[in-house]
């Protein structure tokens, strides 16, 4: 199966934010091409818009002008339905603030996307197991999320988002609310998942040292993407 140019192309994005007074002109005509299979840090000043532009990559929000590829799909083209399958299916989200259930335990927080998208519930056991063993939490699977150390709760989210299999892992500052240590294993987790895996993975972060570890960095400043060395 081969795809004409990247994976991820963004052709002159712009994304225009309706302030109190007047717009906020947050990507101004970013472009950026990503390569199957790698991994990219992006990094910069807060406010710059690294969310923001996970979040249009990810079909969270649409862009203001401009256009994004994602294995040949031009996502502009596409309408809320196809958008929110797009999403479901293809991009795993991992959170600085991890959105995952405190009252349910581990196990059931990584096999609720698959069974929202109506796997059968066997099926979405086995690969939610398969999944906290490679995030080191099989001794912790029938364990409420609330019980659980910001470290793990993290390790937990980055199982959540790869349980239906994403092309595509779109992680917003992962080790944001870590401690350094904490935080560096779960930086581990995310750079062996995309080596074993081949899952694109594009993470925005403060932390130089996982930005050094990725395969490539940007930096976002004037609404734009440049390369750093
Ligand atoms: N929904 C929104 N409405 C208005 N302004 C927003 C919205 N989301 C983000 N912004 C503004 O866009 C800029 C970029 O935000 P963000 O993408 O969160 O930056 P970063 O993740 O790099 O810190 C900020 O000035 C922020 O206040
Ligand atoms: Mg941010």
Redesign the pocket.
């Known amino acids: 199966m081969s795809e004409p140019g990247p994976f991820l192309r963004i052709e002159d994005l712009h994304k225009t934010?309706?302030?109190p007074r007047d717009k906020?002109e947050?990507l101004r005509g970013l472009n950026l091409s990503v390569e199957r299979g790698e991994s990219l840090a992006i990094v910069?000043?807060?406010?710059?818009?690294?969310?923001?532009?996970l979040h249009i990559v990810g079909a969270l929000e649409r862009p203001t002008r401009g256009r994004v590829w994602v294995g040949g799909r031009e996502l502009t083209t596409l309408d809320e339905g196809q958008r929110a399958l797009f999403r479901n299916r293809q991009v795993g989200f991992v959170f600085q603030f991890h959105h995952l259930l405190p009252e349910f335990s581990a196990l059931e927080n990584v096999m609720m996307p698959a069974l929202i998208a109506r796997q059968p519930r066997g099926e979405a056991r086995r690969r939610a197991e398969e999944l906290l063993a490679a995030v080191g939490l099989t001794h912790r699977m029938e364990h409420r999320v609330g019980q659980l150390s910001g470290g793990e709760q993290q390790r937990v989210a980055v199982a959540r988002a790869l349980v239906l299999g994403p092309e595509l892992v779109l992680a917003?500052e992962p080790t944001g609310n870590l401690d350094e240590e904490t935080g560096e294993k779960v930086a581990e987790l995310l750079l062996r998942l995309n080596a074993e895996r081949g899952v694109t993975t594009l993470v925005?972060t403060h932390n130089e040292r996982l930005a050094a570890a990725l395969g490539r960095r940007v930096r976002?400043a004037g609404g734009r993407a440049h390369p750093v060395d």
Do not use: F, R
Request: neutral net charge.
């Open positions: 934010y309706a302030g906020v947050v910069g000043a807060s406010g710059v818009g690294k969310t923001t532009l917003d925005a976002l």
